[in-house]
Nanobody, 126 residues
Framework: QVQLEESGGGLVQAGASLRLSCAASTTTFSRFAMGWFRRAPGTGREFVAGISYDGSTYYADAVKGRFAISSDNAKKMVYLQMNSLTLEATAVYYC????????????????????WGQGTQVTVSS
């Protein structure tokens, strides 16, 4: 069982930056693929970024070049650095995890992640 807890959300103005953090409680963190999804009001879950357990990263086109995902295996933490935020970034952001034997495989479908945090709200104002 894995528990994920997000933090770092808040209200910011367009163009600002925000860093989300995710703390994972598991003894095998290094064998997990991690990621971030978001859900804007009235929409479904959207893939934002992912990181495989060998450190490979991948992003949705909408955030590529502005967001960066990283992990600290020793601290069992995953981060999402969000720069140049736009109004479209307003959403609840969820940290996700999936155990995997494949070091560089990434996953971008919500159904591929069995573990989800409760989410943290990010609101971008004009």
């Amino acid at each position: 069982q894995v528990q994920l807890e997000e933090s770092g959300g808040g209200l910011v103005q367009a163009g600002a930056s925000l860093r989300l953090s995710c703390a994972a409680s598991t003894t095998t963190f290094s064998r997990f693929a991690m990621g971030w999804f978001r859900r804007a009001p009235g929409t479904g879950r959207e893939f934002v970024a992912g990181i495989s357990y060998d450190g490979s990263t991948y992003y949705a086109d909408a955030v590529k070049g502005r967001f960066a995902i990283s992990s600290d295996n020793a601290k069992k933490m995953v981060y999402l650095q969000m720069n140049s935020l736009t109004l479209e970034a307003t959403a609840v952001y969820y940290c996700v995890a999936r155990p995997t034997p494949y070091s560089s495989t990434y996953y971008s479908q919500a159904t591929q992640y069995p573990y989800w945090g409760q989410g943290t709200q990010v609101t971008v104002s004009s």
